[in-house]
């Protein structure tokens, strides 16, 4: 371990020995979130730790007057501690490196209207479409959500985690470009990632093109890096979905995430 690595991680145990998310506190707050139900309760207190961590080094901001309760922050932490929770090696890196490329958070009480103008390139189709989003991220810059589509929930129509989808997003802009491919670790085969992908989108697209019904968000559709952040979203809270739809695209963020969902919820329905 290099001693820059051994120096920041004994500044964070130190910190988190005395200003950690208090208990009670992130007892609620996991309280009214399902996903985390997946958990053993080891693990739980890991990622309270990585939460912690979150809530110091990134900034939730609320706007239009929204009120966010102490418990509100958590969750949002706690979402950002469940994606990253098996992404980082903890014995070479700091698990908060895998979102060094955004530092704030802000938070809507409701969709938010995204001030741009409905712009068609010379092919006819849109470049910048004006409307209501309920989450944006640009490459330089935070992330934007809107807490009334991302606070927790039983799964809707389409599995719908803002926060998750704009970090999939930010994950993805890690390698400088936008195209539904991150950084991959050095196990993972870019070929197969392609593979899994490329044909998953052009089978979800073929299916709408066709009038076909899908169990799957049809805004996957939109282009590749959509697809992954959608995906995303099914990976965390619909992993059966999923897995049923697009096996191999499954398989692919498994290795990527370092987690595997539906293994969590098989043990969590024995229980």
Sequence with gaps: MRVTTRIRR???????????????????????????????????????????????DKRIIPVKDFELTDEMRV?????????????????????LSWIHNWNQILVYPAPFHNGRDT?????GQIQSLAGFESGETHYQGGIIIDWEDD?????RKHANQ????????????LD???????????NMSHQAWYEA????????NRQLQHGKFTAFNPYAATNPAEFFAVSTEYFFESPNVLNRLFPKVYQQLTLF???????RVSALQKS
Aim: with cysteine; net charge positive; charged share 20%.
């Design 151 to 155: 606070q927790p929930h039983p799964l």
């Design 119 to 123: 712009v068609f390139n010379a092919l």
């Design 10 to 56: 004994f500044i964070v145990q130190r910190r988190l020995r005395k200003d950690k998310i208090p208990l009670k506190l992130w007892h609620r707050s996991c309280a009214q979130m399902p996903l985390l139900s997946r958990y053993s309760g080891r693990e739980k207190m890991q990622l309270r730790l990585l939460a912690s961590q979150v809530l110091w």
């Design 257 to 263: 995430y370092r987690q595997d969902p539906l293994i």
């Design 75 to 95: 969750m949002i932490a706690a979402q950002v501690a469940l994606m990253l929770f098996g992404l980082a090696e903890p014995e070479t890196e700091p698990n």
């Design 162 to 173: 803002v926060l998750l989808h704009e970090m999939a997003h930010k994950l993805d802009m």
């Design 197 to 204: 992908f490329e044909t998953a989108f052009d089978t979800l």
């Design 176 to 186: 400088g470009d936008t195209n539904g491919h991150p950084p991959l670790h050095s």
